[in-house]
């Protein structure tokens, strides 16, 4: 494996890894802030819309409890009983019309007498008319209530009711139709809950479903008639209704929806609060911000990468040279010198090779100059020789010659 090859995976694979670490955990850091800033906000509105609900309640009830404290009211009932007649129907008739007067929270006031009928009413007509439904009458009522139930159209209404005593004797009961226009507008405000998110307040039927009060921004046609069945457990009104205050986003609601929701018991009337929002729009923004940052770091990658590249060119273009430079003397070539501009141990081992090569270079040219030499001194030596060589062989003719002539 080459040097560069080298430097480019243990440089590019840590840094790879690390920038994965810092994406994983940045993204879940952004997700978990979301969803606690979400849940945050969620509780804050739950909790401001329950207190806002509790305080209707509670001022209905109290307005009721001072027109069921007038005596001349439980007084004027309490001789009507004992016998009746039209005067003390008018002068209660007159009462309640004065009770109704100055205030524009009650749209209607009636008396029920023990029996549950319409004695007298702010509405004539109803006078005389008797109350088939238990949840408007109960005979020797001791306290004050608030309830919101389906008037004969179907339609939602509001309804506070109390005894009248005198002496602790039960005379009959106030009936106060309450107009709740208030009470929808504090849970139909969707203020911060963005572009899916509602509140929506039930009450627990008797077969266990849960009866939203307020219209659903999904389904507005339905007219306050949204019901949710009770084996849809899944829905965090049912959590409400069964006094659990929740906060979570693995929650679904009648809509199939995964949703972001926090619920909210009040307890005086057994209703349920649901602030939500869908779980796509809470979280878009963490998955957005999550793109960028992985669109970020692949960029980044991508820029170390270039740079990797470049540096470990730099880093190497010098040894590659040096590696020529020595192939190039063990070919026998001296004179290929290496120029590296750099304060390094590259330029230094660069200038050693030099310093090398040069001395390589001057040793030849002295042993060329030794070789020259000797191969002078002995082509003079054998030129001797030769001669000598004649020499004997002229003497050995000459000798051959002696002899013959003798």
């Known amino acids: ?37 979400s ?52 002068t209660m008739r007159e009462i309640l019309n004065d009770a109704l007067d100055s205030t524009s929270i009650f749209t209607s006031i009636s008396i029920l007498d023990k029996s549950g009928n319409v004695l007298v009413s702010t509405i004539t007509q109803s006078e005389g008319d008797k109350s088939n439904n238990s949840e408007l009458f109960l005979a020797n009522r001791e306290y004050e209530e608030f309830r919101i139930i389906e008037d004969s ?18 005379l009959g009961q106030v009936t106060v139709k309450v107009n709740i226009d208030s009470l929808l507008d504090t849970i139909n405000n969707r203020s911060n809950l963005g572009e899916s998110g509602e509140s929506l307040l039930a009450y627990k039927s008797q077969n266990g479903d849960a009866i939203f009060i307020n219209n659903s921004r999904y389904n507005p046609e339905l007219d ?30 009648f809509r199939g929806e995964r949703i972001v929701a926090v619920t909210k018991y009040i307890e005086k009337n057994g209703w ?19 793109y960028f940052l992985g669109t970020s770091f692949f960029v980044f990658i991508i820029i170390f990468i270039l740079i990797l590249f470049y540096s470990s060119k ?22 290929n010198t290496i120029s590296i501009k750099s304060n390094d141990e590259v330029a230094d081992l660069s200038k050693t090779f ?52 003798k």
């Not at 440089?11 to 969803?35: A, C, R």
């Not at 509105?45 to 027109?67: D, G, M, P, R, T």
């Not at 730099?314 to 004179?335: F, R, V």
């Open 314 to 335: 730099k880093i190497t273009e010098p040894i590659s040279k040096l590696k020529k430079a020595m192939e190039n003397s063990n070919e026998g070539d001296y004179d």
């Open 1 to 37: 494996m080459k040097i560069r090859t080298k430097i480019i995976l243990s440089s590019l694979m840590p840094f790879i890894v690390f920038t994965l670490v810092i994406g994983v955990t940045s993204n879940i850091i952004i997700i978990e802030t979301v969803k606690e800033e």
């Open 354 to 405: 030099n310093d090398l090569l040069s001395n390589l270079k001057k040793n030849r040219k002295d042993i060329n100059n030794i070789v020259t030499k000797r191969t002078e001194k002995l082509n003079t030596i054998v030129k001797q020789l030769v001669g000598r060589e004649k020499k004997m062989v002229e003497l050995k003719k000459r000798i051959k010659l002696l002899e013959k002539n």
């Open 39 to 90: 849940l945050n906000l969620l509780d804050a509105i739950a909790e401001s819309k329950k207190v806002l609900i509790e305080n209707f309640i509670e001022s209905n009830n109290q307005y009721l409890k001072l027109l069921s404290s007038r005596t001349k009211l439980r007084n004027t009932l309490y001789n009507y009983n004992l016998e009746p007649n039209q005067n003390d129907i008018e």
């Open 272 to 290: 349920g609060l649901k602030v939500k929002m869908d779980y796509q729009e809470v979280y878009s923004t963490a998955y957005n911000l999550g």
């Open 153 to 170: 159209q179907d339609v939602m209404t509001g309804y506070a009711f109390g005894p009248l005593l005198l002496n602790g004797d039960w």
């Open 224 to 253: 306050n008639k949204i019901i949710v069945k009770s084996d849809f457990q899944d829905d965090p009104i049912f959590k409400a209704l069964n006094g659990e205050e929740i906060s979570g986003d693995e929650y679904y609601d």
